[in-house]
């Protein structure tokens, strides 16, 4: 039993009710009552306070309050294209990995003699306009990517927004992009009623009646496109001189550039302007400039190939390191991290800070005591970035990284098999059989991006793990209510709100299992990739069987993001039996659906390819790209199925020739592959 329960009860009911408050404030009313670190640090009270007492979930949670509820102000709309969002870069190397990995798609030499267009990142509110005919006749905003509010009504509120464009002779469907946002200067006389500059053209643009509404100087910068019934530019520069032509206002900050040196510039140098913009940004957005290798390089799931956001510095802090612990992951890798004497950073208050590695540490000469500054990267994990060594003092004392992970076992670190140097990090190497690797895989399989099991969060997992309730994934799905409902703070309802989450989750993807088991290297774009090779958990399980695992492993490679890295992991994975015991019993407990891939209409629908060997004009990836774009299925290795075999010119697989040759499977060269496809 809890001490003093009735006092931690009023106190959770009391900090609930106000964090409600400044929520009605926020996104009904549009007006924050307080600013974001205040609000922030009630937030990660009551956070903790969940964490700290189970018992108090039973009565509200503050995952179920934070966050915008679903507007009931404006209807929904499907966007005709998704908008999707960017992936975000934090440093030089982070972009010269964009480089390296636009070249590496395209088949290029050198990433650095690509063309880009770099424009400020406004810290606004996305919003997309259809044209049709020339007439603005569809505004939404963002919303999830997907599906939009309708807005229309409050953005042709909007001075810098034309509503008729038929003069220019457009295609007949146009959309444009772009981001509504509120000058610093203009939002001094409104400050009285908004948080910031963005809240401010938040709130503004959710108002029900347009006419307040126009009150706001709302502005609108343009600097992309969605759906476009014919293209009428050929790069992002002429893009953007057609957006002036027809009237829309541009940042004045755009700029062409090539290659890492001139990016770093031009970062520098707009980030050193940042603090005398009229706006407020966060970064550059670099584009590649020339629309059609815009197309060829396309999109992944969640953001589009040949563009990203690279951030500006984020905020800083100085604290003190009061202690260095290390933490399991469920691959193993033993991370460092600073116990640090808790610091406000960016309206976070930060009380532990990741060391990476036994490297870092070494490199940074980083000791306990030691006056450190950190920042939070990407403004989300808190890092050390220095150390302060002329306040350094004599009890300071350094770090001894242990050779042992917590359960006591022999940590190493692995060689890579394509870098062939030795990883930076530490692993355990006794998986399932390591309390807190199995924890972590625990907690990582009841996660969203995997099984999704709301109300089996990290905390219910520690605590379950504890009292014995959970040892290995399938025991979620034999859970012992009747002692649940003896713990304190578990009652009929939140049982029952738990029994409904796990028998959820008992209807699962191929894709989304095979990511929940938690091979390393094997994330959720890979997962997809595996899943559409295997096609069903029956396949899929002759990875259990060492005969055959061989054979597939050999068919992987071929597939466009398996490399050597993810068969040596699987391999590795599946070659313990512990873990092929283990997934074999979470197997019994689901019902896996076979996965179905979506395929397009085009030249090549119904058709199934496999491509072996190095391609001149175009990477594997590129090329699989394009097969799938015109309705082809890629498979990763020879079946009855196939019908094309591409031999490529460089080292292509003798033996996947010869049976596709005693197979009768139609064996196209590389000319030959681009005259079927027409290019």
């Not at 140097?421 to 190497?429: E, L, M, T």
């Given at each position: ?216 100087p709302l502005k609108f910068l343009a600097h992309g496109f969605g759906a476009i019934s014919e293209k009428i530019f050929n790069s992002q520069s002429d893009f ?312 597939l492993l050999d068919n992987l490679i071929d597939l466009d993001g398996i490399g050597e890295t993810q068969i040596v992991s699987i391999d590795s994975f599946f ?105």
């Open positions: 039993m809890y001490k003093n329960k009735k006092v931690i009860e009023n106190l959770f009911k009391k900090k609930i009710k106000l964090i409600k408050e400044y929520n009605k404030h926020y996104f009904e009313m549009d007006n924050p009552k307080v600013d974001d670190a205040t609000y922030d640090k009630l937030k990660d009270e009551l956070l903790e306070l969940e964490k700290k007492y189970i018992f108090l979930k039973s009565i509200d949670s503050v995952s179920k309050i934070i966050g915008s509820p679903p507007s009931t102000k404006f209807k929904k709309i499907k966007h005709h294209k998704p908008m999707l969002s960017l992936s975000n870069s934090f440093n030089k190397d982070d972009m010269e990995d964009f480089l390296s990995k636009i070249s590496n798609f395209l088949n290029y030499r050198n990433g650095n003699g690509i063309e880009l267009y770099s424009e400020p990142k406004i810290d606004g509110i996305s919003a997309s306009l259809v044209y049709e005919n020339g007439l603005l006749t569809r505004g939404l905003s963002r919303g999830d990517g997907v599906t939009g509010e309708d807005i229309l009504e409050n953005l042709i509120t909007i001075k810098q927004i034309p509503r008729n464009l038929s003069k220019f002779n457009l295609p007949q469907t146009l959309e444009i992009r772009g981001e509504v946002y509120i000058n610093k200067s203009d939002f001094l006389k409104l400050k009285d009623k908004f948080a910031n500059p963005r809240n401010a053209a938040a709130g503004s643009l959710r108002q029900k009646k347009s006419k307040e509404t126009a009150k706001i953007n001189l057609k957006l002036k032509r027809w009237g829309f206002v541009t940042n004045e900050n755009n700029q062409l550039l090539k290659g890492i040196l001139e990016i770093e510039r031009q970062h520098k140098l707009i980030e050193e302007q940042r603090s005398k913009l009229e706006y407020d940004i966060d970064g550059l957005v670099f584009k590649v400039n020339d629309i059609s290798l815009q197309n060829r390089l396309g999109s992944t799931a969640n953001s589009p190939r040949w563009a990203t956001a690279y951030k500006f510095s984020s905020e800083k802090a100085t604290t003190k390191i009061n202690e260095i612990i290390i933490q399991v992951g469920r691959t193993g890798a033993i991370t460092p991290v600073a116990k640090v004497e808790p610091v406000n950073v960016g309206g976070v208050v930060v009380s532990n800070a990741t060391l990476h590695n036994e490297e870092e540490i070494l490199r940074k000469d980083i000791r306990i005591d030691d006056t450190i500054t950190i920042q939070r990267a990407g403004d989300v994990i808190p890092q050390v970035l220095s150390v302060d060594k002329s306040k350094r003092s004599k009890t300071s004392s350094k770090f001894i990284f242990p050779d042992r992970c917590l359960c006591g076992s022999k940590t190493v670190k692995e060689i890579s098999k394509s870098t062939k140097k030795v990883d930076a990090v530490r692993r355990c190497q006794k998986g399932y059989d390591c309390d807190f690797i199995a924890k972590e895989r625990l907690k990582h399989i009841v996660s969203k991006d995997a099984f999704n099991i709301e109300g089996l969060g990290k905390k219910v997992i520690e605590n379950f793990w504890a009292l014995k309730l959970i040892n290995k994934p399938s025991d979620i799905f034999r859970l012992n209510y009747k002692k649940i409902e003896k713990l304190e703070g578990w009652g009929d309802q939140s049982i029952g709100n738990l029994k409904n989450a796990i028998k959820k989750a008992k209807q699962i993807s191929l894709n989304r299992f095979i990511y929940s088991i938690g091979i390393r290297h094997i994330g959720q774009e890979n997962a997809k990739t595996l899943a559409d090779f295997f096609k069903n958990i029956s396949e899929f399980k002759l990875l259990f069987n060492e005969e055959t695992r061989e054979i070659s313990k039996k512990q873990n092929v015991r283990i997934v074999e019993s979470l197997i019994k407990e689901l019902s896996i659906a076979d996965y179905i891939k979506k395929t397009k209409a085009g030249t090549l629908s119904g058709k199934s390819i496999l491509i072996t060997g190095g391609l001149e004009k175009l990477s594997r990836a590129e090329a699989k790209n394009l097969a799938e774009e015109n309705g082809a299925k890629v498979l990763g290795g020879i079946s009855r199925k196939l019908n094309y075999l591409v031999i490529g010119n460089s080292k292509p697989t003798k033996s996947k020739i010869e049976k596709a040759k005693s197979l009768g499977i139609k064996i196209v060269t590389e000319t030959e592959w681009y005259k079927i496809l027409k290019i």
